[in-house]
């Protein structure tokens, strides 16, 4: 096998790997290498799915082959991937669980201290990043107002009256009111 081969075969199988863990929900840290791997373990088995699905000459036959072809590869590195979720990593492929940061697997630990080192907890990243910032918390969203703006209304009017309110900011609150 040439240079370029390896290169090339390698490079394939990062991009398999990586259409694999971008198939499958949830984190999936690991290192390049392993997605590679899994990309390439998928290449093997989706190609070997089409050669019995189509014979050793029609893999190439037409795009439609080689469009079956690369989704079979796919859902091979898929597999690949839920296996060492299910057996290494001992997380579910779905419901509870399955979007928390991984505990056991090739490079996790290192990944896990790497994150403390930072100041961020594994198991709740972004309350660690909001932590961090200060403590700030998205914008909840603003409750739809009613239909009937009576009470807001005759609010900003006691508000107008009592002198809390310029004419202008009276105007432009009732005005906003108004739009909605």
């Known amino acids: ?17 990586g259409a694999a863990r971008f198939a499958v929900p949830g984190p999936d840290p690991m290192p390049m290498w392993l997605t590679a791997t ?5 290449s093997m088995v989706g190609g070997a799915a089409s050669l019995v699905l ?6 190439t036959a037409n795009r439609t082959h080689l469009f079956v072809t690369l989704l079979l590869e796919i859902a091979a590195a898929a597999a690949f991937l839920i296996l060492y979720r299910r ?8 419901g509870p669980g399955s979007e928390k940061f991984p ?4 490079g996790i630990e290192r990944m896990r201290e790497g994150f ?4 961020i907890d ?3 990243p972004m309350g660690s990043i909001q932590a961090r910032l200060g403590g700030q918390k998205r914008p909840a969203q603003a409750p739809e107002p ?15 009256d009592e002198g809390v309110l310029t004419d202008d900011e009276y105007a432009a609150a009732r005005e906003r009111l108004r739009r909605y």
């Open 38 to 42: 899994l990309g390439l373990l998928g």
């Open 116 to 119: 403390r080192r930072a100041g």
């Open 146 to 160: 009613h239909p009937d703006h009576g009470d807001e209304l005759e609010k900003l009017k006691e508000l107008h």
């Open 54 to 59: 189509y014979g050793s000459h029609g893999v």
């Open 1 to 17: 096998m040439s240079l370029g081969a390896l290169i090339s075969n390698l490079v394939f199988g990062l991009l398999i790997g």
């Open 103 to 106: 505990e056991r697997g090739v």
């Open 122 to 124: 594994p198991d709740d």
């Open 87 to 94: 057996f290494v990593q001992h997380r579910p492929i779905s």
